[in-house]
């Protein structure tokens, strides 16, 4: 027997990821360790963000960073590092959104900005953001996605990946 409602039939689109490793965290101000710049061609659903650390261990296992996920700003971060969007499962087309990562100016403002997750980051831990289906966000045409970290005591070296599906338009939808 299906558990699936009637009528509804979703249609994966492809997915993409991107991964830094060793990059420094430090300053006086957050920043987006991921930005997804939107695309007029295709709406994004966001499925994974790993987070971990590897330099600071002292005090460490107290220090917790705020973690924010938005969506809605079309003006990109800046002073990241453009990143390479790959397949996830080698297969489909080339990405039709841009991505960076580590921006220290972070995007948009709040007033073009929704905060769709907030969390605490205990730093000792890695950190992953993996929702069930029915609670992934997803952004609209042209919308951005920025995973937002706040600032850390002390400077860490941070790896991380962000794994999307670029989802297309709705029927009609420009």
């Not at 990059?23 to 006086?28: F, K, M, P, R, T």
């Not at 790959?86 to 087309?93: E, F, N």
């Not at 960076?100 to 000792?124: F, H, K, M, Q």
């Not at 070296?157 to 989802?167: H, K």
Request: aromatic share 6%.
């Amino acid at each position: 027997m299906s558990h699936r409602e009637p009528g509804i039939h979703r249609i994966r689109g492809n997915l993409y990821s991107v991964t830094f490793s060793d990059i420094e965290c430090s300053g006086v101000a957050e920043r987006d360790v991921f930005d997804i710049q939107g695309s007029t061609e295709t709406r994004l659903r966001l499925h994974q963000v790993e987070l971990s650390q590897h330099s600071e261990v002292a005090g460490a296992s107290e220090e917790r960073l705020p973690v924010e996920i938005l969506t809605g700003a079309v003006v990109a971060s800046s002073g990241g590092t453009a990143g390479v969007p790959t397949r996830y499962l080698d297969r489909g087309a080339t990405s039709l959104v841009s991505a960076a990562y580590n921006a220290t100016t972070v995007a948009g403002a709040a007033s073009d900005e929704t905060l769709r997750w907030g969390g605490a980051w205990p730093i000792n831990e890695c950190f992953n953001y993996e929702p069930a289906s029915d609670k992934r966000i997803q952004t609209g045409l042209n919308e951005n996605l920025s995973v937002r970290i706040g600032v850390p005591a002390d400077a860490l070296s941070l790896n991380g990946t962000i794994v999307w599906e670029e989802i297309g338009k709705v029927p009609g939808e420009s």
